[in-house]
T-cell receptor, first 115, second 116 residues
Framework: AQKVTQAQTEISVVEKEDVTLDCVYE???????LFWYKQPPSGELVFLIR??????QNEISGRYSWNFQKSTSSFNFTITASQVVDSAVYFC????????????FGTGTSLTVIP | SAVISQKPSRDICQRGTSLTIQCQVD?????MFWYRQQPGQSLTLIAT?????????ESGFVIDKFPISRPNLTFSTLTVSNMSPEDSSIYLC?????????????FGPGTRLTVL
């Protein structure tokens, strides 16, 4: 069975602080994809990143960085120098390669950046 | 990339009525998905909408309650039938882009449903 766990329900940081959002996943598949989505108060889901299970290189995009470690089944997301606009709910998700490709979402982490 | 639109964006409905939500994709896609997000919760997959065949429902969701149509490769509808206040949620559709591996999956803006 597929499962994604985001243990941090809510996080508050002061603007310009760095923050890391944790994501731990479970799957027996050898091929899968991991995603992060941002859901601002307006409600739409904004795609942030996709990573396949064969690529463990860390990725940096501006203030965002992702640390994928298969050994610990984790795919953590770090925001550097946080800004108020980063306030949102962030979801980590897993899709199977084999069938369906439906998403298995974590429960989300609500991030509040305080000015 | 793909642009996905949904109608209506929000609605307030009376108990016992039904609402049909439309999802339009600006390109042809093989698979479309319908999710529900209850207040303060994560997204839960309702069903996979396959073009040319019956939708595939996840455990806990049934066709009588959530009938789905997929008449072509760019459009799908989800009906929430015989609504109760427990159906108050955001309903989102998504489409898998990029062939079999679905390099990205895009989501519509969601339909906020309130049932009184």
């Amino acid at each position: 069975a597929q499962k994604v766990t985001q243990a941090q329900t809510e996080i508050s940081v002061v603007e310009k602080e760095d923050v890391t959002l944790d994501c731990v996943y479970e799957t027996r598949d050898t091929t899968y994809y991991l995603f992060w989505y941002k859901q601002p108060p307006s409600g739409e889901l904004v795609f942030l990143i996709r990573r396949n299970s064969f690529d463990e290189q860390n990725e940096i995009s501006g203030r965002y960085s992702w640390n994928f470690q298969k050994s610990t089944s984790s795919f953590n997301f770090t925001i550097t120098a946080s800004q108020v606009v980063d306030s949102a709910v962030y979801f980590c998700a897993l899709t199977r390669f084999v069938t369906g490709n439906q998403f298995y979402f974590g429960t989300g982490t609500s991030l509040t950046v305080i000015p | 990339s793909a642009v996905i639109s949904q109608k209506p964006s929000r609605d307030i409905c009376q108990r016992g009525t039904s609402l049909t939500i439309q999802c339009q994709v600006d390109s042809q896609v093989t698979m479309m998905f319908w999710y529900r997000q209850q207040p303060g919760q994560s997204l839960t997959l309702i069903a996979t909408a396959n073009q040319g065949s019956e939708a595939t429902y996840e455990s806990g969701f049934v066709i009588d309650k959530f009938p789905i149509s997929r008449p072509n490769l760019t459009f799908s509808t989800l009906t929430v039938s015989n609504m109760s206040p427990e159906d108050s949620s955001i309903y989102l559709c998504s489409a898998g882009i990029g062939g079999l591996t679905y390099n990205e999956q895009f989501f519509g803006p969601g339909t906020r449903l309130t049932v009184l």
